[in-house]
């Protein structure tokens, strides 16, 4: 079984672009996750997607966003690109339908904002 | 909010053992993870505990006190590919995950 894929791997964007990023969960699962993660904070819960509807939400402003396709393929939005939002972006999938302890990770998108 | 908090790094010879500590309050609990995530990899899961007690998987074993708000991890027989960031994580009354800031286990010859 495939794993979990995340495209690009690495992007280099400017102040106040906006970016999108792309999930691809292991086949099967219908629940994505996503994830901030930097050297000073940490995993930062971003939002679950669970069969195309956002299940849950973390604490970002609202330049990030997210969506999830009926084939559980799920993409990321970051507009207006901060200097702070450099960070590594982490999807992840699981296949409970109501939440997973277990869950499968992407290799991440390496985010650089100059 | 949730609050998880494990130590930062802990550093062990090969063939020690080595547990790391979390600490959490959360709204809701639903179960103590623990993942695995080597520098510039992605985090892979290691174990859950949904109940108190101790689980065991190899050389890994995790343990659950519900009561004190506490697990930990238990590394044995370290080996030098250990060297990595350990995270606890809990699953809240929304079913998501919410992570500590992770410890570096860096394991020496």
């Known amino acids: 079984k495939a794993g979990v894929t995340q495209t690009p791997r690495y992007l280099i964007k400017t102040r106040g672009q906006q970016v999108t990023l792309s999930c691809s969960p292991i086949?099967?699962?219908?629940?994505v996750s996503w994830y901030q993660q930097t050297p000073g904070q940490g995993l930062q819960f971003l939002f679950e997607?669970?069969?195309?509807?956002?299940?849950n939400k973390g604490n970002f402003p609202g330049r990030f966003s997210g969506r999830q396709f009926s084939n559980s393929r799920s993409e990321m939005n970051v507009s207006t690109l901060e200097l702070g939002d450099s960070a590594l972006y982490l999807c992840?999938?699981?296949?409970?339908?109501?939440?997973?302890?277990?869950?499968?990770f992407g290799p991440g998108t390496r985010l650089t904002v100059t | 909010g949730q609050s998880l908090e494990q130590p930062s790094e802990v550093t062990a010879v090969e063939g020690a053992i080595v547990q790391i500590n979390c600490t959490y309050q959360?709204?809701?609990?639903?179960?103590l993870s623990w993942y695995q995530q080597h520098d510039g990899g992605a985090p892979t899961f290691l174990s859950y505990?949904?109940?108190?007690g101790l689980e065991e998987t190899g050389r890994f074993s995790s343990f659950l006190s519900r009561s004190d708000s506490y697990g930990y991890l238990l590394l044995q027989e370290l080996q030098m590919k250990d060297s990595a960031s350990y995270f606890c994580?809990?699953?809240?009354?929304?079913?998501?995950?919410?992570f500590g800031a992770g410890t570096t286990v860096t394991v020496r010859a």
């Open positions: 997607y669970f069969s195309e509807t956002q299940r």
């Open positions: 505990n949904a109940l108190d």
């Open positions: 992840a999938s699981s296949s409970a339908e109501k939440g997973s302890y277990e869950q499968y």
């Open positions: 959360t709204s809701g609990f639903y179960g």
């Open positions: 086949s099967g699962h219908r629940s």
């Open positions: 994580a809990v699953r809240d009354n929304d079913y998501k995950l919410s």
